[in-house]
């Protein structure tokens, strides 16, 4: 089967700047698929290429098994987007705005309405579809963008940090939208929310630098981290004192104090039992295994400094 998403080679330069170097991809139908990297590593430019905004410098980029730079027009009837900016019209109500994106899209009357009333109603508009977007919150005017992109139910939807500004309840509501729709359409994801991708995609691939440098599941993903095992030690009290003890030992490769909280790195996990002879008597309320982050592997791959 064709993929929803596919890039060969695909490059994009600016003067001095590459933004995309020889990106490959394939994303399959019905998935959702999440895109991680710091800022400045190329999503945008991405997706910009994806539906149609924006020409790549080399290499290829298909959408539904369509070349982005010859059939524009048929790849932008089948897909959603959600911008990282709120790009509504001011002067039209929030209703209007929904109106105008249907019809463009050649909706019929009829079902654009009852899809219009939905989408209002899931995302907690439909008290306030008569008013203008400049009178609501940031918040607002997200889950407005995110009703639009949904409105003409897309083979292929571009959610581009679709829930930035969005409060708890919020983003839980598009989450939960997100997950009822999985399979229906393929969803494609770019958030700075780790916890976010780690919870929603199916597959997830980190870039940087314009290029692809991990691809998987959230599990393989975490699988890649090495450094053995970690275990948190939480003491009743005097954690620096038993920390100093674990420092010492062969087996524990590495160790992070954190108030009455011990990390402890092991080479392995046979090696808990040492652990436990080593501190017998000392006031330990806890020990738990420490499962490994998705935010984890993403700052061992990308590195801890912050991009502008």
């Known amino acids: 089967m064709t993929p929803a998403i596919c890039t060969r080679s695909l490059t994009k330069r600016y003067t001095t700047l590459t933004a995309l170097d020889g990106f490959d991809l394939e994303v399959a139908h019905g998935s959702i698929f999440g895109l991680l990297g710091p800022n400045g590593a190329g999503k945008t ?10 020409r790549q410098t080399s290499g290829e980029a298909f959408v539904e098994g369509l070349d982005t730079a010859s059939h524009g027009r048929e790849i932008r009837s089948l897909i959603g987007v959600v911008p990282q900016e709120n790009s509504l019209d001011r002067y039209l109500t929030a209703r209007e705005n929904l109106e105008l994106h249907a019809r463009l899209h050649g909706m019929p009357t009829t079902h654009y309405r009852r899809r219009i009333d939905e989408l209002l109603e899931l995302m907690g508009l439909a ?3 008569k008013d203008f ?3 609501f919150s940031g918040g607002m005017q997200r889950r407005l963008v995110v009703a639009r992109a949904l409105l003409h139910q897309p083979r292929l939807l571009f959610l581009d940090e679709p829930t930035t500004g969005l409060d708890p309840q919020s983003r839980r509501a598009v989450w939960d939208y997100i997950t009822s729709i999985a399979g229906s359409m393929t969803i494609f994801l770019t958030t700075h929310y780790l916890e976010e991708a780690e919870n929603l995609c199916d597959r997830i691939a980190i870039m940087d630098h314009g ?5 998987g599941s959230t599990q393989e993903l975490k699988d890649r981290l090495s450094g053995g095992t970690v275990y948190q030690i939480e003491f009743d009290g005097d954690a620096g004192r038993y920390a100093g003890i674990l420092e010492q030992m062969v087996c524990v490769k590495g160790f992070e104090l954190n108030g009455n909280s011990v990390s402890v790195q092991l080479e392995q996990w046979e090696c808990l039992s040492e652990v436990v002879t080593a501190l017998n008597g000392a006031p330990v309320r806890r020990i738990a295994l420490k499962e490994r982050t998705l935010e ?6 990308t590195g801890k400094e912050v991009r502008e």
């Open 133 to 135: 977007p400049d009178t």
């Open 45 to 54: 430019t991405l997706i910009r290429i994806l539906t149609t905004l924006m």
């Open 211 to 215: 290029r692809l440098i991990a691809l």
């Open 296 to 301: 984890e592997v993403f700052i061992s791959l």
């Open 127 to 129: 008290a306030r579809q």
